[in-house]
């Protein structure tokens, strides 16, 4: 069954970084474009980067632009998500998800079960 486990996420100052990771098992990770999606609390999901099965196309929500990196190793089966000038608005559970699109927030079947990310002073 499709597994994918996310670590890296923690508390951060303002203007401070993390890089997410999240590695996939159960499926052929090379044949599928991947995403991330978050959390805030009281809030639903939102969808945050996609990049295509082959990792030459990164596209992300205006929220992160500028400051959120996607990337992946297909060798490694691992997602990444560099985050940087990391803003209290970013405070979220962050979900690995298979699937490229913004539609991946309505498939939460294909989710992990998430990394807590926490910005304050």
């Known amino acids: 069954e499709v597994q994918l486990v996310e670590s890296g996420g923690d508390k951060a100052q303002p203007g401070g970084s993390l890089r997410l990771s999240c590695a996939a098992s159960?499926?052929?990770?090379?044949?599928?474009?991947m995403s991330w999606v978050r959390q805030a609390p009281g809030k639903g999901p939102e969808w945050v980067s996609g990049i295509d099965m082959g990792g030459r196309t990164p596209t992300y929500a205006d929220s992160v632009k500028g400051r959120f990196t996607i990337s992946r190793d297909n060798a490694k089966n691992t997602l990444y998500l560099q985050m940087n000038d990391l803003k209290a608005e970013d405070t979220a559970l962050y979900h690995c998800?298979?699937?490229?699109?913004?539609?991946?927030?309505?498939?939460?079947?294909?989710w992990g079960q998430g990394t807590q990310v926490t910005v304050s002073s």
């Open positions: 998800a298979r699937g490229g699109s913004r539609l991946v927030v309505f498939t939460p079947q294909y």
């Open positions: 159960g499926f052929t990770f090379s044949s599928y474009d």
